[in-house]
């Protein structure tokens, strides 16, 4: 599991890599951030932010890593019990 996330890491960063935004993109982004706090107030420009952090490869990255930790940490869990289950049961015989 924690392989199959290292590998989805890479090729989430390898393929999203950030290039080169022209000036003129930049200057619209501000002029929609500014809108958008402007119709929605705050609470709108921080989910504007939000989502634009979410799209960023580095940032999908650190969540891919983190939910292939959960999910490995969860088997493990359940493996455990599982383990600890067939120990007590082979106890009682």
Known sequence: MLMLGLIGV?????LGRPQ???DELSTA?????????YLYG???LWLQ???????????QAVIIVAASWLIAAGCLYVARQFDMDA???RAED
């Open 10 to 14: 890479g090729a989430v960063y390898q």
């Open 20 to 22: 080169d935004v022209p």
């Open 29 to 37: 982004y501000k002029n929609n951030e500014r809108q958008a706090e």
């Open 42 to 44: 705050k609470p709108g």
């Open 49 to 59: 932010e939000l989502l634009g952090a979410l799209k960023k490869p580095d940032t």
């Open 87 to 89: 120990s007590a049961s």
